[in-house]
């Protein structure tokens, strides 16, 4: 009898919790997310541009009428609409031949003329031009072209260009894999080398010296030509499949090989410069030559990701010399290298982890020595904007540097090179979206947090971040927060380890009742190539109209992502399958403590791409917790994705490190409820990624759904995707059926 009451308890608590809503109703509010919030939003400054070399600026924002352009002039005190947007929608219509609504214009930012007299924009893909004294409006004599690269491509540096020397009198090109000049005056040419061939040619990256008269090019060795194969089942212009090919290279591939050679015109000398463990290079670019035409200097990215190098070639002995030598234990994260060279000294400014943070260092370059740590401490240095070489001042963003605060927020600084004195030009506890004008005077700062609506001002840099202007037209959420949305919340907890902050952000549905219990749903994406929780203010986050569904959900960047010391990104290194969990983990039961609302007994997860790796290994390496998984486009297997991704955090050589992170491995493990979803032609990420868990599943008679999307490229699923999605946490989460799709007017969502 005892049994029969307790089971009967559970069952009120569990029906208690239950949505109070029809789920049909509940769909139409996560449907309507931007209707009902994000469209009230008025007044942020978003598409921020200094104008030309004003010290003005022009944005877009969303006001009550609709899209509408502003500008701001901080030495005037000015806010205003910078042109008059019926007049031009009206000449608009006429060259478009549709009627244009005023205040919804077909593009988001423009340009002005030099004289401010005209504004330049684009509709689709052709570029236009109106006059503001008359609003008459043209199409632009010179369109900018732009090609779109695929990603991936292969360059293989055996173009037929022609490059002239600075003093125009020559240009040097490649012919049969040598290199040759020509005399442009003369029309004679001349063949510098004679040992390229159609296997091994001199690069037709070509680089003269300032006094044009030497030259650099690297002999080239080819690497691997792996291709990526797509089959496009249902193409728009033909009834039967076509195949697509694109270049693909993968962890362990042979790379291209680069060996510097110099060049000397008038003493008729050639140097090959020997370069250490030149077959281990990842990549060896950056030449550019020193402004005394004595020496050239390139990055030298060794393979595996642990040394990179600045090498010098000095042309008149032949050797070479480290400017900078970085060396890690684990991986140094090379798209993040930065280096600035002093054009008025013999001084180079560098970015590193060697203490642990993200510091500058300040180089010595004839000596290759430090001359000083320019920055120091438990914080990170994110990026340098501007040097001023007669100021000796750095301009730079950071964060972290106050202890008290949410360590990921964006703030800038000045540092003062020769007293080491760091001024903060931003000292509010938030995010700083920054603008700055050409000359670096004034700064445009759109500051917030997820908790904290947008203020918009205007600094001088000059004066140390000094408001010279808070525009009278702010942000405005107060209709947003009238139709009944909830602010999400910023929330800290420690991680693994009982002593580190791991930062998140919680969303909870509009309708909310903290006297009920609500699944919980993790959005991951734990990429380690940065941080990827927002911290800037927005009515509508990626996961926030699903939370409309009667779901919690969370955001977290747990160890193993950017922006924090080098220990805390160092937990990625051959383990990404990590993907910070036991910090997510900790994380949610501390937030479950604290708000009893969070049912942590039901807890979804999804991503996509590096986050659909993460997802499924969620559910198969921490099923105990997580219990419904939706993964996307997922890297399952890193050796079969892209090989400048997956080796930066993998390392090199290939080993079992690659097996014992692969969802494909491991599928055998899969515990709870699985949907995969795929875009067949995905070409950021292998498809047979995918379609190998599929087939692994499948051997070991385990329960998934699968969704494939026919001509569809890297996804989260898009509209059809989005509500499959949602269909399967309902179902596996609230054990709610979905609406009747295939009886529903879609009108009704």
């Given amino acids: 009898m005892k049994s029969l009451f307790s089971y009967f308890f559970f069952f009120l608590i569990f029906v208690s919790s239950v949505p109070a809503q029809s789920i049909d109703s509940l769909y139409q509010l996560a449907d309507r997310y931007h209707e009902r919030f994000t469209s009230k939003f008025y007044y942020n400054g978003t598409n921020i541009r200094a104008v030309n070399d004003s010290h003005s600026f022009v944005y877009t924002t969303q006001t009550p009428r609709g899209k509408e352009f502003y500008m701001i002039d901080p030495e005037q005190k000015t806010q205003k609409n910078v042109f008059d947007q019926e007049r031009l929608a009206t000449s608009l219509s006429k060259i478009l031949d549709k009627k244009m609504d005023a205040y919804n214009l077909p593009f988001q930012q423009f340009r002005f003329s030099n004289q401010q007299d005209s504004i330049f924009f684009r509709v689709d893909t052709t570029d236009y031009y109106a006059a503001l004294s ?12 732009r090609r779109d690269i695929y990603w991936s491509t292969i360059f293989r540096e055996d173009s037929k260009e022609k490059v002239p020397s600075p003093d125009g009198k020559k240009e040097a090109y490649i012919s049969e894999g040598n290199l040759w000049i020509k005399d442009r005056e003369s029309g004679k040419s001349q063949k510098l080398s004679d040992d390229g061939s159609p296997y091994e040619y001199y690069s037709s990256n070509i680089y003269w010296s300032p006094d044009s008269r030497k030259i650099v090019s690297c002999k080239y060795r080819p690497g691997a030509d792996r291709q990526l194969t797509l089959v496009s089942s249902s193409p728009q212009d033909q009834l039967q499949p076509k195949i697509e090919t694109l270049d693909y290279l993968k962890p362990g591939d042979a790379l291209p090989v680069r060996r510097p050679v110099a060049f000397l015109l008038d003493e008729d000398k050639i140097i090959s410069f020997d370069v250490p463990e030149v077959e281990s290079q990842y990549e060896l670019n950056n030449i550019k030559w020193d402004k005394s035409s004595d020496f050239f200097t390139f990055d030298f990215n060794k393979r595996g990701h642990q040394q990179f ?42 970015i590193s982890e060697r203490d642990g943070w993200r510091h500058i260092y300040l180089y010595d370059v004839p000596s290759g020595k430090v001359k000083k740590q320019l920055t120091k401490g438990e914080w990170v240095v994110k990026t340098v904007v501007n040097v001023d070489e007669k100021r000796k001042q750095v301009l730079f963003k950071a964060c972290g540097m106050d202890k008290d605060e949410d360590p990921y927020l964006e703030k800038y600084y000045t540092l003062d090179m020769n007293n080491g004195k760091i001024t903060a ?34 600094r001088s840099v000059v004066d140390g971040g000094k408001v010279v202007y808070k525009p009278e037209i702010q942000p405005d959420v107060s209709n947003v927060v009238g139709a009944g949305w909830r602010m999400p919340e910023v929330f800290s907890a420690k991680g693994r380890d009982g002593e580190t902050d791991i930062w998140g952000m919680i969303i909870r549905p509009s309708n909310f009742d903290p006297t009920k219990k609500y699944p919980v749903i993790e959005y991951i994406y734990a990429g380690p190539h940065d941080s990827h929780v927002p911290k800037s203010f927005a009515v509508e986050y990626r996961p926030s109209a699903l939370a409309e569904l009667g779901f919690i959900t969370v955001m977290i960047d747990g160890m193993g992502t950017a922006n924090r010391s080098k220990a805390f990104h160092d937990v990625c290194w051959k383990n990404l399958k990590d993907a910070g969990f036991p910090d997510r983990i900790a994380w949610m039961k501390a937030a479950a403590e604290k708000y009893p609302e969070m049912d942590i007994d039901r807890v979804g997860i999804y991503g996509g791409s590096a986050g659909g790796q993460n997802a499924m290994a969620a559910l198969l390496f921490h099923p105990d917790f997580y219990k419904v998984g939706v993964a996307s486009c997922g890297c399952h297997d890193n050796r079969m994705d892209k090989i400048w991704w997956n080796e930066q955090w993998m390392g090199y050589p290939i080993g079992k490190h690659y097996e014992e992170c692969s969802n494909v491995v491991n599928a055998h493990l899969l515990k709870g409820n699985l949907m995969l979803i795929l875009g067949e032609l995905d070409n950021n990420v292998d498809p047979s990624s995918t379609l190998q868990v599929v087939n692994e599943l499948i051997k070991h008679d385990k329960e998934f759904e699968f969704v494939m999307l026919p001509g569809v490229r890297h996804t989260s699923g898009e509209k059809y995707g989005e509500r499959k999605r949602r269909d399967f946490f309902m179902k596996h989460l609230w054990g709610m059926d979905a609406p009747e799709w295939n009886v529903v007017k879609s009108k009704d969502f």
Avoid: C
Avoid at 428 to 445: G, I, P, S, W
């Fill in 425 to 458: 030009l931003t000292p509010e506890n938030a995010q700083h979206n920054v603008t700055f004008t050409k000359d670096y005077r004034y700064m445009f700062d759109v500051y917030s947090r997820v908790d904290l609506v947008p203020t918009m001002v205007i």
């Fill in 309 to 350: 190098i600045i090498y010098a070639g000095d042309v008149h002995s032949g050797t070479l010399r480290p400017v900078v030598n970085e060396e890690s234990p684990t991986f140094i994260h090379y798209n993040g290298v930065y280096q600035y060279w002093f054009k008025e000294s013999d001084e180079l400014l560098w």
């Fill in 134 to 145: 008359d609003y008459k409006v043209a199409m632009a004599k010179e369109q900018s072209w």
